[in-house]
């Protein structure tokens, strides 16, 4: 099994927790070891980005969709805000 994650949801659970909770990076970081980073290719950015969706939810969807082509995914799992 893999557990991908967008490399953009990374930076930004970073970030997040740099300002918020930095006693808790390290803990990122073991996690995120365990992860495979993907990123959208950027044709497909600029053709789902005229759709309208947010730059940031665009980067998580595409980075999800992508993988798709070379293994077989069945889940996409989000947080919501």
Not at 13 to 19: G, H
Not at 21 to 44: Q, S
């Given at each position: 099994?893999?557990?991908?994650?967008?490399?953009?949801?990374?930076?930004e659970?970073?970030?997040?927790?740099?300002?918020h909770?930095?006693?808790?990076?390290?803990?990122?970081?073991?996690?995120?070891?365990?992860?495979?980073?993907?990123?959208?290719?950027?044709?497909?950015t600029?053709?789902?980005?005229?759709?309208?969706?947010?730059?940031?939810?665009?980067?998580?969807?595409?980075?999800?969709?992508?993988?798709?082509?070379?293994?077989?995914?069945?889940?996409?799992?989000?947080?919501?805000?």
């Open positions: 099994m893999f557990l991908l994650c967008s490399a953009y949801a990374v930076q659970a970073r970030q997040n927790l740099a300002m909770r930095p006693n808790r990076l390290g803990e990122l970081e073991h996690l995120v070891k365990k992860l495979y980073l993907v990123d959208a290719p950027l044709i497909m600029a053709a789902v980005g005229a759709a309208g969706l947010p730059e940031k939810d665009l980067s998580i969807l595409l980075a999800a969709i992508e993988p798709r082509r070379l293994l077989p995914l069945k889940y996409f799992l989000t947080y919501p805000q």
